[in-house]
């Protein structure tokens, strides 16, 4: 069998997925996950690229750094949104392309050791996720850096399809949730780590004929999103709530570096946690601090939240021409926080949604399943 790796190339997490055994209609099949889950972390490896030549002559990205002893966050990220650019570390100058090229490499052989554990088999086919709001030429820049990865035997990865984010998570929701059930309009929440975007789409998951022979499978109706606010915002406002929490307990601490990087662990396994708890209580260089609860956490993001509710509510409110979204689709790793479906639910009721039309549906994984699923017939 011939299998395709569904990639999602995160601002702060990068994840890949397959789906095998599809009918003719690329629904049903068996999804596998590519990326091993981590302990207080989500699905995922971080895209991060990092070069110190005093630590190690080539440059380190992903769970490369974990291996020197490097915190997940060091060096640079947001790689795919300064795609035709380029930056400085340690002395030397890179393009943001070649940092994408090797984060690439890294996931894309790192997921190929679990599909061969798995099912005995490797694969250099990619089907490659790409953001709503990237030009052509982003697009093209993007499949080109990915294209420059290389599988340990030393083929070149080849990107054989491509499809937008939110479609992706649209169509895989439907193809798992509702198969069969025909086009649908949604609106996709994405709530990822570096940006937020909300899409409204028509998805058509058994393909609807173009023009001569071509299928499409979404028509995207109006996008608005904020560039700069993501989950990286909400854990940095935890990392606050952690850090008084620590300094409220009157045991001190050290400081430096390694002190930030500790804290920032911390608050990393604090928002984890307050997903499913009411609180925790961080051990931070054998310090037990207080309990930080959701409540507190809340409280202090209650006004980064607001702005993309704001932004779904303004959608709603100027549609103008395309039809009202059936359901609103969680996606993103930052969107399983229970103050998100719970702040949509209370906007959108005026607008006639109720709790059954927000769903949230593997939203760190969607993406890339939808992306092996659908990119390759984009």
């Known amino acids: 069998m011939t299998y395709v790796m569904g990639f999602d190339l995160g601002n702060c997490y990068s994840y890949a997925s397959t789906v095998e055994d599809m009918d003719e209609r690329r629904l049903g099949g068996t999804e596998l996950t590519l990326v091993d889950p981590e302990l207080g972390s989500q699905v995922g490896v971080p895209s991060r690229f990092f070069y110190d030549k005093g630590i190690s002559g080539d440059p380190l990205v992903c769970r490369e750094l974990g291996w020197h002893g490097i915190y997940?966050?060091?060096?640079?990220?947001?790689?795919?949104?300064?795609?035709?650019?380029?930056?400085?570390?340690?002395?030397?100058?890179?393009?943001?392309?070649?940092?994408v090229t090797r984060v690439a490499q890294h996931v894309v052989r790192m997921a190929n050791g679990h599909l061969l554990e798995q099912r005995q088999a490797t694969t250099r086919l990619v089907s490659l996720a790409y953001p709503v709001t990237f030009s052509s030429a982003d697009r093209r820049a993007l499949v080109g850096a990915v294209e420059g990865a290389t599988l340990e035997d030393?083929?070149?990865?080849?990107?054989?399809?491509?499809?937008?984010?939110?479609?992706?998570?649209?169509?895989?929701?439907?193809a798992r949730r509702?198969?069969?059930?025909?086009?649908?309009?949604?609106?996709?929440?994405?709530?990822?780590?570096?940006?937020?975007?909300?899409?409204?789409?028509t998805a058509y998951p058994e393909g609807e004929k173009g023009p001569g022979r071509a299928r499409y499978f979404y028509r995207e109706h109006l996008t608005e999103g904020i560039p700069d606010l993501g989950g990286e915002d909400f854990s940095a406002a935890l990392r606050g709530i952690v850090e008084r929490a620590v300094d409220e307990s009157g045991e001190g601490h050290p400081s430096g570096q390694s002190y930030r990087?500790?804290?920032?662990?911390?608050?990393?396994?604090?928002?984890?946690?307050?997903?499913?708890?009411?609180?925790?209580?961080?051990?931070?260089?054998?310090?037990?601090?207080?309990?930080?609860?959701?409540?507190?956490?809340?409280?202090?993001?209650?006004?980064?939240?607001?702005?993309?509710?704001?932004?779904?509510?303004?959608?709603?409110?100027?549609?103008?021409?395309?039809?009202?979204?059936?359901?609103?689709?969680?996606t993103g790793g930052a969107s399983k926080m229970p103050m998100v479906r719970r702040a949509l639910g209370e906007a959108l009721e005026p607008y006639g949604y109720g709790d059954g039309d927000i769903v949230s549906f593997r939203p760190s994984e969607a993406i890339s399943l939808g992306a092996s699923r659908f990119g390759v017939v984009e």
């Open 261 to 330: 990087i500790e804290l920032e662990r911390v608050a990393r396994e604090a928002k984890h946690a307050l997903s499913t708890a009411e609180s925790f209580r961080p051990n931070v260089v054998g310090i037990r601090a207080r309990p930080v609860t959701r409540a507190e956490f809340e409280e202090a993001t209650r006004g980064l939240l607001r702005r993309t509710v704001e932004v779904v509510t303004g959608m709603l409110g100027r549609r103008n021409g395309w039809p009202r979204p059936e359901t609103i689709v969680l």
């Open 72 to 99: 997940e966050t060091a060096g640079v990220g947001m790689l795919k949104r300064h795609i035709n650019e380029s930056f400085e570390m340690g002395g030397r100058t890179f393009a943001y392309s070649d940092a």
């Open 178 to 201: 509702d198969p069969g059930g025909g086009a649908r309009t949604v609106l996709v929440y994405d709530l990822g780590g570096g940006t937020f975007d909300a899409t409204a789409l």
């Open 154 to 174: 030393g083929r070149h990865v080849e990107v054989v399809g491509t499809i937008m984010e939110p479609a992706a998570a649209a169509l895989e929701y439907l």
